[in-house]
């Protein structure tokens, strides 16, 4: 027998901006809920957050304690743990990691499950890249585009997209070098080089060393040959890396995209699997913190509206059952 202890409504597996979204909304409609939060967030090598309506320029860090505390309000439960396993039957029956928060093995029950499990950026393995990451190596330019804006700037291309990379970032700087790095030149269309001659930005053939930094602030890129290019900011295109296990594990339909594979989802997030919700960046690649709160919105109404339809519907066949026995054990005199 279950422990009511350990039952919920629903379970949020990922305390990020999804996560925490999600929570908020279910614990507003007086959902018995629980966030389950191993305290690994994308962005928490960043110093502030951008493109938040109300929230730009807000730390990672402060953005989530706020959330926190905001689920808490309408008693939705956050435990810092891990998620190590979870199978489907009736309901969903999720095993922890364990620690001191919330004990050994501990082993919790869900009519619904909410992955937002989000996923984590592998670094081109470049000297110095990781240490510098979220400072002036960056990866996005409309989180931190503005606050580089009119520098040096470099991209380090790693696949033929990085043209791409190197076209955009072009709108907050006049000065681009595009660095090669393992791409070679014969990668490189005519329309590529047409449009990165339109847009100034200079391409530099080689593999790049490592970067040069001087008083905790990037001053170079060094190629291999040993020649060092004077930039302030480098963009790189990291590779994501979906943290979807628990959502192949549980049977989900995958589908693979360039970066990487990622759960089939209709517009809330429900994945093939019945009860199951993919939110932020274990639904998509491209999802801002912006868009990853709006993801766990959607999936946290449309399972509050779920359960009360599928509530509704057990007590109106409850109901019909029981006038259906009644009327089978009334006296014959009462039927007639």
Not at 235 to 261: C, K, N
Request: glycine share 10%; aromatic share 6%; charged share 25%.
């Amino acid at each position: 027998m279950t422990d009511e202890a350990e039952k919920y409504e629903v379970i949020v597996v990922g305390g990020g901006a999804a996560g925490l979204s999600a929570g908020l909304v279910l614990g507003r409609a007086r959902r018995r809920t629980l966030v389950v939060d191993a305290g690994e967030p994308r962005n928490a090598p960043a110093a502030h957050m951008h493109g938040y309506l109300s929230r730009d320029g807000m730390s990672p860090a402060a953005f989530l304690a706020a959330g926190r505390e905001e689920i808490a309000r309408y008693g939705v439960e956050l435990v810092r743990d891990r998620v190590v396993d979870a199978t489907r039957g009736e309901d969903f029956t999720v095993r922890l990691a364990g620690g001191a928060a919330s004990g050994a093995g501990r082993t919790v029950h869900a009519r619904r499950l909410v992955v937002a499990t989000g996923l984590k950026d592998e670094l081109p393995p470049v000297a110095g890249l990781v240490e510098r990451f979220g400072r002036d190596v960056l990866h996005c330019p409309y989180c931190h585009g503005w606050e580089v804006r009119d520098q040096a700037f470099g991209v380090l291309a790693t696949t033929s997209m990085s043209v791409h990379q190197a076209l955009m970032v072009s709108q907050w700087s006049k000065d681009v070098t595009l660095f090669l790095h393992t791409v070679s030149e014969a990668e490189l269309t005519d329309g590529d080089l047409r449009r990165l001659a339109a847009a100034g930005v200079r391409v530099v053939p080689g593999e790049v060393a490592g970067l040069v930094v001087e008083d905790d602030r990037l001053t170079g890129v060094r190629l291999v040959e040993g020649r060092v290019h004077d930039r302030e900011a480098l963009f790189v295109a990291p590779r994501a890396v979906p943290r979807t296990d628990l959502l192949v594990r549980l049977g989900a339909e995958m589908s693979e995209t360039p970066f990487g594979a990622y759960p089939v989802v209709d517009a809330t997030g429900l994945t093939t699997v019945p009860g199951l919700w993919a939110a932020g960046n274990a639904s998509g690649f491209a999802e801002q913190v912006v868009n990853a709160a709006s993801r766990g919105y959607r999936a946290g109404a449309a399972i509050n509206g779920e359960l009360l339809m599928a509530d509704l519907d057990a007590k109106a066949a409850e109901a019909a059952e029981a006038a259906e026995l009644a009327v089978a054990t009334a006296d014959p005199a009462v039927r007639r």
